[in-house]
């Protein structure tokens, strides 16, 4: 009796073995895939749907695409501040929603302080965002910004340390090339970052 339950778990084994090897079909199934997080010191998680591309390199060089955006260069020096475009989001929801035919884009930006001196970053006196056309858009606070760059004289970059936030535009839905810029205050120079779409 107990030789017959042996041989029938045997059996059962090596059932089980072949279906193993033989008797699945993976073919369906989806390949498993990598997450990678390139996240910036002091940023958020990314949106689901979004992109995180690494930052560009020193200077004004590199290029990447962001959330559908091809941005050139992704960083620039000037003023001893390194802007960093970390990655760039659309979104027609946020604390109001976008008006019609209009999205916001929102910037996650790090600026990096190589000097020996706090240096003030202010979204409204020294970042500026104009279409193909030469119009001007507006910093917004309605759009979900994690956290947000403070827009007059609270964000600051420390000596020799760094400064990590976000900046939002709302802009139509047809705009296909943006020029954004950072001028830093009482500074010779300033930094351009090329968007198209």
Not at 73 to 81: E, F, K, L, V
Not at 120 to 147: E, F, Q, R
Not at 151 to 178: F, H, M, Q, R
Request: hydrophobic share 30%; net charge negative; with cysteine.
């Amino acid at each position: 009796m107990r030789s017959s339950r042996i041989i029938i778990a045997g059996l059962v084994l090596f059932t089980l073995a072949l279906m193993g090897l033989y008797g699945c079909d993976t073919g369906g199934a989806p390949s498993p895939t990598a997450v990678t997080s390139n996240s910036t010191p002091g940023s958020t998680n990314p949106t689901p749907g979004s992109t995180n591309p690494t930052p560009g390199s020193g200077g004004n060089t590199g290029s990447g695409g962001m959330g559908g955006w091809k941005v050139t260069p992704t960083s620039g020096t000037a003023g001893g501040i390194k802007m960093t475009v970390n990655s760039i989001r659309t979104e027609t929801e946020g604390i109001l929603s976008a008006d019609a035919g209009h999205e916001y884009m929102v910037l996650n930006l790090t600026f990096d302080n190589s000097t020996s001196e706090e240096t003030v970053i202010s979204s409204v006196l020294l970042l500026k965002m104009t279409d193909d056309t030469g119009k001007k858009y507006d910093i917004t606070v309605t759009a979900n910004l994690k956290p947000q760059l403070e827009s007059v004289n609270d964000a600051k970059a420390p000596a020799g340390g760094s400064l990590t936030g976000e900046v939002a535009y709302e802009i139509p839905t047809t705009v296909k090339k943006l020029t954004f810029v950072y001028t830093p205050l009482l500074q010779e120079g300033s930094v351009t970052i090329n968007l198209e779409r």
